[in-house]
């Protein structure tokens, strides 16, 4: 039907009045003609294809060598996950579980525990996670997790996620994902904790104020 409904023709096939109509201006005709003969050399084509390469090699590179060559992230960058501690050293998450019922891709699996007497510099609240794991695979980096957290526990860092050979290997566990304790192992998040008053709980993002 050449790009054309005939209403008409689907309806009332034997109506005699033919009226044609077009669904959009887009349909294009494409009229197949012979090739003179330059064109059958078709070294015009492969010149102006190589043209084409030649120009592009003059270009700035769209890509970067990375890891050699690393590009600078949006301040916003939303990277791997740092559970964090406070200034005493002691993990601040307290396993409610908030993060794992905010995550789309319920990529988040936690086991709560007791803390037990002589543990009160290791853990701020009376409940840890004993496990804390996120699939990385599953994860989508939308930072729900971390503005669902009540306890300045959880924050997406600028850190990008290194690449691995093995699913297993994207299970990240608190061997991972908690910083470390001396100021070497402490990751900056403060370029996403700018984003949020900090006063009081839970923490409202400033940006709806
Ligand atoms: S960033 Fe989003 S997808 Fe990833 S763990 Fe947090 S809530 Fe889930
Ligand atoms: S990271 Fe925050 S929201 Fe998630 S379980 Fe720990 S305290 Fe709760």
Same mark, same amino acid.
């Given at each position: 039907m050449h790009g054309l409904l005939s209403l008409n023709n689907l309806n009332t096939p034997n109506t005699k #009045?033919?009226?044609? +109509?077009?669904? #959009?201006?887009?349909?294009?005709?494409?009229v197949k003609h012979d090739l003179n003969w330059l064109e059958k050399l078709y070294l015009p084509a492969i010149f102006s294809g190589l043209a084409i390469t030649i120009k592009h090699l003059f270009k700035k590179?769209?890509?970067?060598?990375?890891? @050699?060559?690393?590009?600078?992230?949006?301040?916003?960058?939303? =990277?791997?996950?740092?559970?964090?501690?406070?200034?005493?050293g002691r993990e601040n998450c307290t396993a409610c579980g908030l993060c794992a019922v905010a995550c789309p891709a319920e990529a988040i699996s936690i086991e709560a525990a007791e803390r037990k007497k002589g543990e009160e510099n290791l853990y701020r609240e009376e409940k840890y996670?004993?496990?804390?794991?996120?699939? +990385?695979?599953?994860?989508?980096?939308? =930072?729900?997790?971390?503005?669902a957290c009540p306890k300045d526990?959880?924050?997406?860092?600028?850190? *990008?996620?290194p690449t691995a050979f093995t699913r297993g290997n994207f299970i990240y566990g608190k061997d *991972?994902?908690? @910083? =470390?304790?001396?100021a070497s192992g402490?990751?900056?998040?403060?370029?996403?904790?700018?984003?949020y008053e900090m006063e009081g709980s839970p923490k409202q993002p400033l940006i709806n104020k």
């Open positions: #009045t033919e009226s044609t +109509m077009q669904l #959009t201006n887009r349909s294009k005709v494409v590179s769209a890509t970067v060598r990375y890891p @050699e060559e690393k590009r600078e992230i949006a301040s916003v960058y939303r =990277g791997q996950h740092v559970l964090k501690r406070d200034d005493k996670a004993a496990k804390y794991e996120i699939n +990385m695979l599953r994860c989508i980096y939308c =930072g729900l997790c971390e503005d526990a959880i924050y997406l860092s600028d850190r *990008i996620v *991972i994902l908690v @910083e =470390g304790i001396d402490r990751v900056d998040v403060s370029k996403r904790k700018k984003n």
